[in-house]
């Protein structure tokens, strides 16, 4: 399942790509709507937007496209669920920077871990488990950022039974 993203979206985005979906964020220079229906037309996504005229738009053109009513990211998440039943496991195989594939980091190729300026000494010592994503060079690991996706999705379920 594909998604395309409106700018209003960049935090749905974000998470939609820590839960593994792949998801087209149209950023503001392409912001315009027939820009953006073109866009989902071409990649065939399913557009998702908190603006009513450009869902309307989308659906009389044919699209698949739906109208996000929450302002906040758990009201968001639990649309997503309930509309989509999207899967609130978070899943280390996407990057939520630039939406490329991750991969795990080999023992052997840890100077890629230690060339970054954000993954401390104690961080290296206390984790063996690093993910790349070849795309941006953003690499990942499962610390508090990981315990904060789960605290969050627990808190969707939480919301939505
Ligand atoms: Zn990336």
Redesign the pocket.
């Known amino acids: 399942m594909k998604f395309i993203l409106d700018r209003m979206l960049g935090r749905l985005t974000r998470w939609m790509r820590l839960l593994g979906y792949d998801i087209l964020y149209i950023k503001k220079q392409d912001d315009d709507d027939r820009t953006f229906l073109a866009l989902a037309e071409k990649e065939g996504g399913i557009l998702i937007s908190r603006d009513k005229i450009l869902i309307n738009k989308a659906i009389k053109g044919g699209l698949r496209a739906y109208l996000v009513g929450s302002s906040d990211i758990i009201g968001q998440l639990r649309e997503m669920k309930k509309e989509f039943d999207i899967r609130l496991e978070p899943e280390m195989d996407r990057?939520c920077?630039?939406n490329?594939m991750i991969r795990k980091i080999l023992p052997d190729e840890m100077a890629i871990v230690r060339r970054t300026d954000y993954v401390y000494p104690s961080r290296l010592n206390s984790t063996t488990d690093f993910w790349l994503?070849e795309?941006?060079q953003?690499v990942y690991w499962q610390g508090k950022h990981w315990e904060n996706i789960k605290e969050m999705a627990e808190k969707v379920i939480m919301s939505y039974k």
């Open positions: 990057c920077l630039c490329s994503c795309n941006c953003q």
